[in-house]
């Protein structure tokens, strides 16, 4: 009798598992020679080399549809084992405009027209500019697209950035050690990727540096290859900030500049590096602006309301 390890380094066992290992009793049912055992964060089985073999593929297969589509139930189980290695790749049917399959099955798929035109943008221009009011998606779908592209091995990293200082608030005033004043700034960016990625997944990413969330400040110098960067918030950066992030472009980078025009916090007397670019970059082959309005407003319906009370103030 054979013996086959499988370590499960890259997904948290109970995702694979199932509460009470119900996902494992019916992975055990598919392989009556086999006896198999579950424990920790590994997953021991013996039997026949050929039958070890044969278990083997269609267990991987098991843990990279669970990361390309963020859940696995006992009933998606039994698709996956009788396709085998092809089971990962099987998109659920209707769900070919879906960007992401995020936490808990959640389905996360451009929802408005300008949505769908800023993903299209991407996929034809290495440099898109997503510019809207709070509330239209143009963050969130960015970060979708940029997940998108990691689990699909398109880009080795991603990194998202937005300018640290806003209305006029100052990091040196505020409690704590340097990560403590950033990441009020950056929580957007963490409450996107959390719908996104599983948390013990997210949590790997960013220890690894695979996923890189900073301010704007630390882009300096850097050159940025096999990346999808997202510049967020734009509109409160500088021209010569706005100029520094784009030219950290390298190869086979895509790169995502979002920001809200009616809502600079620069100076009066400064102005806005998002809005200086639409004179200087807008006719040039490879860049596209995407427009998002009150149309595409998917929170709460009185932001739109507001939204609107203050454009006519």
């Known amino acids: 009798m054979s013996e086959k390890i499988i370590n499960l380094e890259s997904v948290h066992p109970l995702d694979i598992f199932g509460a009470g290992d119900q996902n494992m009793d019916v992975i055990r049912n598919s392989f009556p020679k086999l006896k198999i055992v579950s424990r920790d964060n590994f997953v021991k089985a ?3 080399e050929a039958d070890l073999l044969d278990f083997e593929e269609k267990f991987t297969a098991l843990v990279r549809y669970f990361e390309k589509f963020g859940r696995l139930t006992k009933s998606d189980i039994p698709m996956i084992l009788d396709t085998g290695s092809n089971g990962a790749a099987m998109m659920p049917e209707g769900n ?8 808990n099955g959640m389905l996360i798929r451009a929802r408005t027209a300008n949505q769908r035109k ?27 697209l940029a997940v998108r592209a990691l689990k699909n091995k398109e880009i ?4 998202l950035t937005r300018p640290a200082v806003e209305a006029g608030e100052n990091l040196g005033f505020l409690p704590g050690d340097l990560k403590e004043k950033l990441d009020p700034y950056m929580q957007p960016l963490y409450d996107a990727l959390g719908d996104m990625l599983p948390t013990q997944k997210l949590l790997q990413y960013i220890d690894e540096r695979i996923i890189e969330i900073a301010p704007l400040a630390f ?22 900030q706005l100029k520094m992030f784009l030219t950290r472009m390298g190869a086979s980078s895509k790169f995502i500049v979002t920001g809200d025009i009616t809502q600079i916090d620069l100076p009066k007397n400064q102005v806005s590096g998002l809005l200086h670019s639409q ?22 319906k009185l932001v739109g309301r507001i939204i609107e009370a203050y454009s006519k103030e």
């Open 118 to 144: 800023l993903v299209e943008s991407c996929m034809k221009n290495d440099l898109v500019f997503a510019i809207g009011p709070a509330g239209t998606g143009k963050t969130y779908t960015a970060v979708a």
């Open 219 to 240: 882009m300096r110098g850097r050159t940025l290859n096999n990346a999808f960067a997202i510049l967020d918030e734009a509109q409160n950066t500088t021209p010569s």
């Open 156 to 159: 080795q990293r991603i990194i």
């Open 46 to 48: 013996y039997g026949d």
């Open 279 to 300: 004179t200087i970059l807008k006719n040039i082959n490879g860049i596209e602006y995407v427009y998002l309005d009150k149309s595409d407003i998917i929170r709460h």
């Open 96 to 103: 070919a405009d879906v960007l992401v399959h995020g936490k």
